[in-house]
């Protein structure tokens, strides 16, 4: 059986997810982390991504991933046929990598940005970090180098933040500082793992 031990970990663009992960790391949690399984299969389907969007999205056999999302962010029709390229086959692999953490009987985090949006996971338990949009743009601008024009654009291209936070089963508030973080981590560690023992 898949995802039996799993619990989601997803947010919005820039609300400190890979941080929260690190946290968990700290704590023993094993992670799958989708964003690392989608760019090793991007990758090896370079060849389909230049039939569909063209050769100048390729470089020395490697998608040119910067261009590429700045395509995928503007273009709707262009995400749809990436993402129906590449999301069964980052299903399977995380699939796959999730029978093995089960085989282990503990508690182990999944983590994926767009948990929502694909709704393609049977995953019950979901932590959702979460930071208000204000804080959002200002952090996304300031880690891409991005203007809020385009920044605005990709926090569109995902479900609004407020939405994610009402369908938390774990909420973490990353508004304030990395100690603050780091408690809201460590209340929602001790919660997961008690839930578990119930379950069991």
């Known amino acids: 059986m898949s995802f039996k031990y799993a619990v989601a970990l997803t947010g919005g663009i820039a609300t400190g997810k890979s941080t929260v992960a690190n946290i968990f790391r700290d704590f023993e949690f094993n992670i799958i982390d989708a964003d690392k399984i989608a760019h090793i299969i991007l990758d090896k389907n370079y060849l389909e ?3 569909l969007f063209g050769d ?3 470089i020395d056999n490697r998608v040119d991933r910067k261009p590429l999302g700045s395509l ?3 273009d709707k029709e262009a995400k749809k046929a990436l993402e129906e390229l590449l999301h069964p086959q980052i299903y399977r692999e995380i ?3 999730s029978i093995e953490q089960d085989n282990l009987k503990r508690p182990y985090l999944v983590d994926i940005p767009l948990f929502f949006e694909t709704n393609r996971y049977p995953i019950k338990r979901v932590i959702v970090v979460y930071t208000p949009k ?3 743009l200002k952090r996304l601008i300031k880690r891409d180098n991005i203007s809020l024009k385009d920044a605005k654009k990709r926090l569109k291209a995902q479900l609004d933040i407020e939405d994610k936070r009402l369908k938390a ?3 973490i508030d990353n508004s ?3 100690k603050s973080l780091q408690h809201e981590c460590d209340k929602v560690k001790e919660q997961i793992l008690l839930d578990f023992k119930r379950g069991q």
Request: no cysteine; glycine share 0%; proline share 0%.
């Open 176 to 178: 304030n500082n990395l």
């Open 169 to 171: 089963s774990y909420l």
């Open 49 to 51: 991504v230049a039939k």
């Open 72 to 74: 995928i962010f503007s």
């Open 95 to 97: 699939k796959r990598l």
């Open 134 to 136: 204000e804080i959002q």
């Open 56 to 58: 100048r999205y390729i």
